[in-house]
């Protein structure tokens, strides 16, 4: 395994090249997520890749996790600071701040992001993408970026190979308080509208009463837009009535375009009051003019019970009517939000 990092000169910075690649993992992502999410864990798990471990941080965004090889492998660390994670979605991004150079040579600046996509009950994707800086500018040839996505790939590997070898270990446990763990619905449709201009608006809770306008008639928000700001939206009272719409940001990633809420408050309407509620959206490209939004709503009844089906598709429908006026805005708008 050789994961590789670039050394710092001096001169003009250039734009970050971008490698990717998917590889199919039999575990499920809930088991292999307990894992490659808990950094401690990977002396054991890795036992002969890594010894030890050195952590500064509860395992969210500034957290300083340091690696250190075993001889045999490579002398030195391996240190990453962790950028954005999302539990949830299974996302995880990460600064590399010093790594052995490898065959691949020192890198300037280097990002990881691992993305875990359920596949089925006992099997996920696992898709990985590196950001580096080269000094002066140029690309990796086809062998070095091979190189550095196998040296990932690698220690991917041995984290399956471990849960496979020990099937009783990371198991999810299942909930005890409440009864009944949250029911989860979830729809996917296309938008005719780049990711980045539908991210642009969709991100910015301020701009709403423009983009919505005949559904929020105004909004208040406490806070920079990030974790914990509080979004309290007056709907229009012919929009089912009016009432107010308030949420707070669980997690925002501008670079994989996921917005997490926390509903506070919601006016009652065709759906029964809820007694938790959450959403997330995510935002895939799918051409330079087009984007998949994904919606994903968790929800709790207080009889741990879940709503009718076609409750349910009023929830989805009502977050698609936003995003699909949103659409709708910028495509009457083509110069706006670009």
């Known amino acids: 395994m050789d994961i590789s990092v670039v050394e710092v000169t001096g001169r003009p910075l250039m734009a970050p090249s971008c490698i990717s690649d998917e590889r199919a993992v039999a575990v499920s992502a809930e088991r292999f997520w307990k894992v490659f999410s808990d950094p401690p864990s990977w002396p054991k798990v890795c036992a002969g890749f890594f010894d030890a471990i050195e952590v500064e941080g509860d395992g969210g965004p500034g957290t300083i996790n340091i690696l250190k090889f075993n001889p045999a492998i490579k002398n030195g660390s391996y240190k990453t600071r962790v950028v954005a994670r999302d ?47 080269r000094e002066d500018g140029s690309l990796f040839s086809p062998e070095q970026e091979k ?18 070898a020990h099937p009783a270990e990371y198991l999810k446990v299942a909930a ?13 449709r296309a938008v005719a509208v780049s990711v980045e201009r539908m991210w642009n608006v969709f991100s910015d809770r301020p701009a709403m009463p423009k983009i919505c306008a005949g559904l929020v008639d105004a909004i208040e928000v406490e806070g920079d837009g990030g974790p914990g700001t509080i979004s309290t939206m007056t709907l229009n009272p012919a929009a089912e009535g009016g009432g107010l719409y308030k949420t707070r940001v669980v997690a925002c990633d501008n670079t994989a375009h996921v917005l997490k809420l926390e509903v506070l408050d919601v006016p009652v309407g065709k759906v029964d009051k809820l007694k938790s509620h959450s959403t997330q959206t995510k935002l895939e490209a799918v051409s330079a003019n087009s984007c998949v939004a994904k919606v994903t709503v968790e929800y709790e009844l207080e009889d741990g019970g879940s709503l009718s089906p076609e409750k349910e598709k009023i929830i989805l429908d009502g977050y698609y009517g936003m995003l699909k006026m949103i659409e709708g805005y910028l495509v009457a708008h083509p110069n706006e939000y670009a």
């Open 147 to 164: 190189i550095v996505l196998d040296g990932y790939f690698g220690m991917y590997k041995m984290i399956e190979d471990y849960l496979i």
């Open 176 to 188: 005890r308080s409440p009864p009944m763990a949250p029911v989860c619905i979830s729809d996917e």
């Open 87 to 133: 539990n949830t979605a299974h996302f995880l991004k990460s600064e590399v701040l010093d790594v052995p150079i490898g065959r691949a040579g020192k890198l300037k600046s280097q990002l990881t992001e691992t993305n875990l996509e359920a596949t089925g009950a006992s099997s996920c994707m696992v898709k990985l993408k590196v950001e580096y800086e």
